[in-house]
Structures are given as C-alpha cells and as structure tokens.
C-alpha cells in the first residue's frame, strides 16, 4: 500500500475522527509541539488542572482533616474500581496504592508464598528493567532459593513466546511479564500465556503499565491472577501519580501484604498491636495514601471510559499503522529501521523507529525541530501514540522532521551528548 506523502491527506484522517474533539480536553500551552511521548507521560486533563486547584485550595485548605470522612479515605478503591473498567476486571480486584514497582514486590513475594516448594520465577530480557530488578531483589530476600529463567527475543522486537512456553513447567511458581513491551511496543498474547502458566500450575503476574488506556485489557476473561499498572502513561494520571494493582476476587483472602501497615489493617482506628489484614483488596495498602496525586488520576480515567477502549483501540492502530506507511516511504530510505512489529494484532500503541545516529537526531527533534519523541538504548527513537490526543497530522509532521534531521544532519553536534534523563 501507498499512501498520500502530504499534509493534506493526514488533516483529512483527522476530519474523519470521531475522537479527534477530544484533544481539546488536554491543556496544550504549545500548539506546535509535537508530543509524542503520551506512553511515558500523559498529557494534562484540563478538569485535573480544575480540580488540582479545588483539591489543595478547598479540600485541603478550608476542610483539613475532615477530608478524610469527605472521600480521601476511599480513594483508592473508588478510582481503582473506574480503572477496573478498562482491563476487564470488576470493581472489588483493583485498588491504587503505592508505586508500580513497589506494586510489583508485594504482588511478587504474595505469590511467590502461595507457591510454597516452587523455585522457578519466569520472565524475559523484553520487560521493564525495574520489574527485573524487583525480582532479583525479592528472590535475594527470601534466601536465594528461586531461579529466576529469563527468556531473551531472538530479535530484540518480539516476545520470546516458545522458549517461554518451555521453561514452564511444575516448579514454576510465576510467570511475569510486560503485556505491552517498553522498548519495542510487542503485545503479547494474554489469555494464551495465561492459560499455559496455569496448566503447569504457576501464577500469571502480568505489568499492564504499557497497554492500559491504549489496548482493551480483559483480566477477567483471561484467567489472570495478578497484575498491576502505571497511572502516568496512557492514563494521564500525572508525574508520578501512584499505581494500580489487580487481584483476582478468589486470590484476595489467600494472598498476605509483605510490607503489613496499618492502611491495610482490618479496623485500623481500634490501633490494636497485632496485625490483622483487611478483608478484600485493602490489605494491599501499606501507609497513607497520597491524596492529592491519586485523586487527580481520576479525570484522565474519566476520558479514556467516555471515549471507549475498543474505539481508542481502533484509532491506535489506524494511527500506527499510518506512522508505519510513512516510515516505509519516508524514513526507511533514510536508514530508519522499523524495531517494532509489523503485526498490529501484537503491537502496542507506540512505534520504536532505530537510526544509527539515534540519541542525536532525538535531541535534535526536542531541541530544534519541536518533537518529543523519548530515546531507548541503544538506538531506539520511541514514538507514542496517545490516541485520545494525539493526531494523524501530529505523525506526519514528526515524520517530516525525523527526514529533516537527517537529511540536514542535525544530530552530528549532538554526538557527544549525554542527557540524564531520556
Ligand atoms: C513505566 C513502567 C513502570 C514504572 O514503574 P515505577 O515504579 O512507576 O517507576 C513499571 N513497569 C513497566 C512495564 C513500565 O512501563
């Protein structure tokens, strides 16, 4: 396929959106800037900058510690159980506490009791480094005795699906994955993974921090046990802003918090000296939540449900697909490599683009040419595509000046630069 190399068509896609009114709900300062970075950072809600205003003005500034009987204190179930709705859970398996990777240990050494006598943790060199780091370190913790068996992708872009399938077996006590890959965008397969873990009697751990708000999730229907997710990404939940995690309903009861506070002790305001883990989801908290970054996750999550998963989906991939047509014809010539599959059926919402002068033409994009894509090592331009505001055109000038930076050679005074955070 072909497609129209101009702005005009790419302005035509956008008339055709049925979503693309939504743009307006994000505060945009800077309306040449190109964002592309919504899988790292969520743009800002409009209605959270309103209510960050309300919330440390009035909340917090005229009703002070009556806050807490005036909502602060279900916060994190009430927000959880909206994000519910958007990985196919019910409203009693997702609270938000913490961070993910602090998610993740709890989850993790949970699991990992439940599966006394079991000594294999499975995971691959495609995941986040922080969940792998958070394994290491639990596994060091309990004493050593776990392996963790990594799977490696033969090709750096999909998941390693078969060696994963062969490392399964009766001492596996978890399989944890990224569901949505952070360098390469690689979706795997859920119920399909899950249902193999199963058979050899393992848990399923699955970090949705990469597909929540961008691909429909469906915890329920694939069986998982255990997940958890990020609130600053696809949710546009702000810097920061705390985490979620998921646990099947029939889970709840057996599974224990590692790190036991009181937030999650059954009456807390008894002050009793032993601990007691709350009935439900509530004995995942540990400490007092951070009211003023949780509740502001809640009008980012209000977008996403008014403007559908499925149909967020759809302009995902038409919007991918776009980027990669243009690719193709534009930047392939210009010694741009595609580092993330070809197959939308398991792709995420965001497009690796290599280039051997990669870190370069990134900084020359967010320096000069009024791009912010993100940089992953080694060569990676990462491209994210946040459906509910990012628009076709957004992809064709971004497009059109990846060709300029190298077509100008704009990243050679970049060469030997190093920024801290890319
Ligand atoms: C972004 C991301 C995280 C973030 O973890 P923090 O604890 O918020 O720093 C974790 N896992 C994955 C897969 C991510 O994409």
Redesign the pocket.
Known sequence: MTIPLDAAYADQLDAADDLAGLRQAFVNDEPDLIYLDGNSLGRLPRATADLAADLVRRQWGTRLIRGWNEGWFELPERIGAKIARLIGAEPDEVIVAD????NLFKLVIAALRARPGRERIISDDL??P??LYILQGVADLLGGRHEIAMAYSSDGIHGPVETILGLLDHNTALLTL?HVA?KSGFLYDMPALTAAAHAVGALVLW?V??SVGAVPINLSESGADLAIG?C??YLNGGPGAP?FLYIRRDLQAQLVNPIAGWMGQRNLFNFDLDYEPAPGLRRFLTGTPPVVSLALIEPGVDLLLAAGIDRLRAKSLAQTEYLIELWQQRLAPLGYTLNSPRDPARRGSHISLGHPEGLGIDLALINELGVLPDFRAPDNIRLGVAPIYTSFRDIYTAVERMAQAVTEQRYLKYRDHRPAVT
């Open positions: 961070s993910t990777s602090v995941n986040f922080s969940d990224s952070f970090d921090s990469h990020c600053y990404k985490a």
